[in-house]
């Protein structure tokens, strides 16, 4: 049986519950596990299985409803929109993008993954986002 | 059911079937139990050990095992000491002495519970903050799915409408309960509440049964959203549900008996039949419950095997201190109103959730409502 898309988050984390959620959420949008169309569970099981209160996973929905990546209008569930092709990022954004990026990869270094690893994930997501970018057109 | 027994000296009593059949419905389940607490810990997830998270590791050390080793002595004492006061009880002809050895037992194996409980929590150790959530809806039932729940309904639905059609079959007066020895001990007229007062019973009982089964599969936690353990508890949930259903059935048909005795009253009940198919089910469903373990734990090599995470065990999610006794999860901070049981396989309700209680209120209510119909429509003679 295929392994049905998931998300983790870690609640010791200093980064908010919602924010994780979120970050995973749209990590597996881009990735393509989650196609235009298909249903997301609802903020009560999300909540159940994560354990934590309705309104931390309501409000990453949100967040990801404000991108264009979900529809949560009432009654018919979380849906996953196909979702238009963003404006290009602002100066600011990309010098954001690039300082948290390399900020990550020197934590990656400074705990001892190795560099190849690093490299592998990193071709590795960015044939993701190709892949996802090239299906919109882009 | 002892006022027709054969008077026997208690020396004899092993050579007489007529005890031994006596005994039978009052020694089955206290083997049964016997045998549920022997293997009580290891149908537990392997990181919860006597209502304790645990490292999965803890299992195979010197003092777990020594735990075990003791409970399982405390299990059989208490159980042989359930036994022979179930068998004397019988003998004797005093018939609220097997339910003193019934007692006795339980009792007992509870006991034994929390002192290996007591005895583990010196060992617990702090579960992973680390969380998993499937990002697919519970999938719902097909149309299958909907017959298959519908049927307990359609027959009691079905035997009310036979009921209807024979009224005039029915005698004024007619035995509704029956002791072991296949005597009637209660009776109740020809009314609507003595003739379809039962079937009530039994919709309220599928009913709320109905209930239960749908929340195990759309309200509980999914412990584990990755790897075969999620798969192992997709198939756990899904087994509890359907045992749920096969009791339905089960309740369905044993309503449904006794309103076609109503019709038929120049047919004997087969109480013998009726307590071996008890006794059977019951059976089955131990067998079932022991080789999927809590959560799926035995279903794949996976829940077998040690899950060493770095982050702490996993468990079932939930914080010990919000178990009283083990038994009781109180966690208001916690969405699910369901919860996996540390106590034995399948899930209890989470008291800290008003939606637990309203559950609770209904279970009271549908026990409240067979109370009141045999107020109304029983009679002791």
């Known amino acids: 049986m295929k392994q049905a898309p998931f998300i983790q988050i870690d609640l010791s984390s200093r980064v908010p519950a919602y924010e994780q959620i979120a970050s995973e959420i749209r990590a597996s949008l881009v990735a393509g596990d989650l196609p235009p169309g298909s249903s997301l569970p609802t903020v009560r099981q999300l909540a159940t299985d994560l354990n934590v209160h309705h309104n931390t996973v309501a409000q990453a929905y949100r967040i990801l409803a404000a991108e264009g990546w979900l529809d949560l209008r009432r009654g018919r569930g979380v849906r996953v929109l196909s979702r238009s092709n963003p404006a290009r990022a602002a100066g600011n954004d990309q010098r954001n993008f690039d300082l948290q990026l390399r900020r990550l990869l020197a934590k990656a270094v400074a705990e001892g993954v190795s560099p190849t690893a690093i490299a592998r994930q990193l071709a590795v997501h960015a044939r993701h986002v190709k892949a996802w970018a090239s299906a919109r057109g882009d | 059911m002892f006022a027709h027994m ?29 045998v549920f607490f022997h293997f009580l810990p290891e149908i537990t997830r392997r990181d919860i050990f006597f209502a304790v998270t645990v490292d999965p590791a803890f299992r195979n050390t010197r003092d777990a095992r020594s735990i075990i080793r003791r409970f399982r002595v405390e299990v059989r004492i208490h159980s042989g000491m359930g036994l022979a006061i179930a068998f004397v009880g019988v003998a004797a002809r005093q018939p609220l002495v097997p339910l003193a050895g019934v007692a006795w037992q339980t009792g007992g194996v509870l006991h034994a519970f929390l002192r290996a409980r007591k005895h583990t929590m010196p060992y617990a150790s702090p579960p992973s903050a680390r969380r998993e959530g499937t990002l697919i809806p519970r999938p719902a039932g ?55 007062g039962p079937l009530l019973i039994g919709f309220c009982l599928c009913a709320m049964i109905e209930l239960f089964s749908y929340g195990i599969l759309h309200w509980t936690r999914q412990v584990r959203a990755s790897g075969p353990g999620a798969l192992a508890e997709t198939r756990f949930r899904r087994v509890q549900a359907g045992i749920l259903v096969a ?45 999927t373990g809590q959560g799926g734990a ?64 209904l279970i009271l209510a549908s026990a409240a409502i067979p109370l009141v119909i045999a107020l109304v429509s029983v009679h002791a003679r």
């Open chain 2, 142 to 196: 097909g149309v299958a799915h909907a017959f298959l729940q519908a049927g307990p309904f359609a027959i009691l639905v079905g035997s009310a409408l036979y009921l209807a059609a024979n009224w005039q079959r029915i005698p004024e007066r007619f035995p509704v309960h029956w002791g072991l020895d296949g005597q009637p001990n209660g009776w109740s007229t020809r009314s609507v509440a003595g003739v379809y």
């Open chain 2, 6 to 34: 054969p008077t026997a000296p208690a020396a004899v009593i092993t050579g007489n079937p007529v005890l031994w059949a006596l005994i039978a419905p009052f020694a089955a389940p206290l083997v049964l139990i016997a």
């Open chain 2, 298 to 361: 035995n279903l794949s090599k996976a829940g077998r095997d040690l899950e060493l995470v770095p982050e702490g065990p996993i468990g079932d999610r939930t914080p010990d201190q919000c178990w009283r006794a083990g038994m009781f999860y109180v966690n208001r901070n916690d969405p699910a109103v369901l919860v996996e049981k540390r106590f034995g396989i399948g899930y209890t309700l989470n008291f800290g959730r008003p939606a637990a209680w309203l559950l609770l209120g």
């Open chain 2, 247 to 291: 009791l339905e059935y089960f309740f369905a048909l044993i309503f449904n008996g006794l309103g076609v005795l109503r019709s038929h009253p120049e047919q004997e009940p087969r109480i013998g039949l009726f307590l071996l198919g008890t006794f059977v089910f019951i059976f089955v469903l131990f067998v079932i419950l022991i080789r």
